[in-house]
């Protein structure tokens, strides 16, 4: 396993920047997402990583070794990727030994590996049969087996579960958190799910654009986003995001909502908002989770009235999208005391609320919660 260093690289495609100055460390043993939406210029890292793709700029180093010039076949990696990628022609056995038999790995070892890693992907009864009769489950896990038999030193991954049903996908995660594990390989994971980024992962890089938004522990991403998009990003349901302009009257910070609505800003998020004195548009954030109702629990929280417009089951709890003139909130019903049509008063806990700067994107005082 090795470590890896991304120091600021720079891929175009003509005019097309798809990779912009991004810079990023891998410790040894770690695993990683690149998480963003499509397009974001994930797949291009990865593949610059493998050395698929020339660099534009910058340098990419495995334990402080510069790449380049480097061929993939000479870089040690592991590959899996969405389409599988295996040799339908052959047997499942072969496909899992042709790795090692490259590597030139005697006979013996060969058998003893190739049995051990079949059944741990519990394809054992399939061996001697076609990987082209596979299932589609039975053929990711296969892609998966055969790159680990190996042994790489960093295993690259791009969007290996989106073919699978979602019961199969969450198992294949535990699988793939308990594969790294055993092995040691520090590996890459490319996704536009961010739940698999926040159950997989040891960090997350979050790309948008070419641009790293944030790298950092799902937690600490969850929790302290940098920025209006990764606050926007990161959450299911997503983050309120309430943009408006700020306006003081009387000592009284406001948030002037489109449609007549307002935020008297108070306590922690009212300091946020007042950090930087330039910044006239705001964007206030607050998670679902985060929303109460009932007696108020701190004089700092925010009280707000609005109409119970729709209620989501979600599991065992329900989600209430409440109407505050033309502003949508969503937030959680806990006690399944809600009607529709029911006009309610709700807090938003001012030490769970995060203020961003509208015109940047910013985060606000960034005070961790």
């Known amino acids: 396993m090795s470590s890896i260093q991304i120091r600021n690289?720079?891929?175009?495609?003509?005019?097309?920047?798809?990779?912009?100055?991004?810079?990023?460390?891998?410790?040894?043993?770690?695993?990683?997402?690149?998480?963003?939406?499509?397009?974001?210029?994930?797949?291009?890292?990865?593949?610059?990583?493998?050395?698929?793709?020339?660099?534009?700029?910058g340098s990419i180093l495995f334990d402080e070794q510069e790449l380049s010039g480097t061929r993939i076949q000479d870089r040690n990696i592991g590959f899996v990727f969405q389409n599988y990628a295996i040799f339908t022609h052959l047997s499942v056995y072969k496909n899992l030994s042709y790795g090692l038999e490259v590597k030139k790995v005697n006979k013996g070892e060969i058998e003893r590996r190739v049995k051990a890693m079949a059944d741990r992907m519990s394809i054992t009864h399939r061996l001697d049969q076609p990987a082209a009769s596979l299932s589609v489950n039975e053929m990711q896990k296969l892609a998966i087996g055969r790159s680990a038999i190996v042994e790489p030193r960093i295993f690259l991954l791009d969007e290996p579960l989106?073919?699978?049903?979602?019961?199969?996908?969450?198992y294949m995660r535990a699988e793939l958190k308990v594969l790294q594990h055993e092995f040691g390989q520090t590996m890459i994971y490319v996704t536009h799910d961010q739940i698999e980024a926040?159950?997989?992962?040891?960090?997350?890089?979050?790309?948008?654009?070419?641009?790293?938004?944030?790298?950092?522990?799902?937690?600490?991403?969850?929790?302290?986003?940098?920025?209006?998009?990764?606050?926007?990003?990161?959450?299911?349901?997503?983050?309120?995001?309430?943009?408006?302009?700020?306006?003081?009257?009387?000592?009284?910070?406001?948030?002037m909502v489109s449609g007549g609505a307002e935020i008297k800003l108070q306590g922690q998020v009212k300091s946020e908002f007042a950090s930087d004195g330039k910044v006239q548009s705001g964007s206030f954030g607050i998670r679902p989770q985060d929303i109460y109702f009932g007696d108020q629990r701190s004089d700092s929280d925010i009280k707000m009235n609005g109409t119970v417009e729709v209620l989501e089951r979600v599991g065992p709890k329900r989600l209430a999208y409440l109407q505050v003139l033309e502003t949508m909130f969503i937030a959680f019903d806990d006690q399944d005391r809600l009607k529709v049509g029911d006009k309610v008063p709700f807090y938003l806990p001012s030490e769970k609320s995060m203020a961003f700067d509208l015109a940047s994107g910013r985060r606000l005082g960034g005070v961790a919660k």
């Open 9 to 57: 690289v720079t891929k175009r495609f003509g005019d097309f920047t798809a990779v912009d100055n991004l810079t990023l460390d891998i410790e040894e043993g770690e695993f990683a997402a690149l998480l963003g939406p499509s397009g974001c210029g994930k797949t291009t890292t990865m593949n610059m990583i493998a050395g698929i793709e020339d660099l534009t700029k």
């Open 198 to 255: 926040m159950s997989l992962a040891d960090k997350i890089a979050i790309i948008d654009q070419g641009k790293l938004m944030q790298y950092g522990t799902p937690l600490d991403i969850y929790n302290s986003p940098d920025n209006r998009f990764v606050a926007n990003f990161i959450g299911s349901p997503r983050m309120n995001l309430i943009d408006g302009e700020l306006r003081e009257e009387k000592d009284q910070l406001k948030l």
């Open 162 to 170: 989106s073919n699978l049903d979602a019961g199969f996908r969450a």
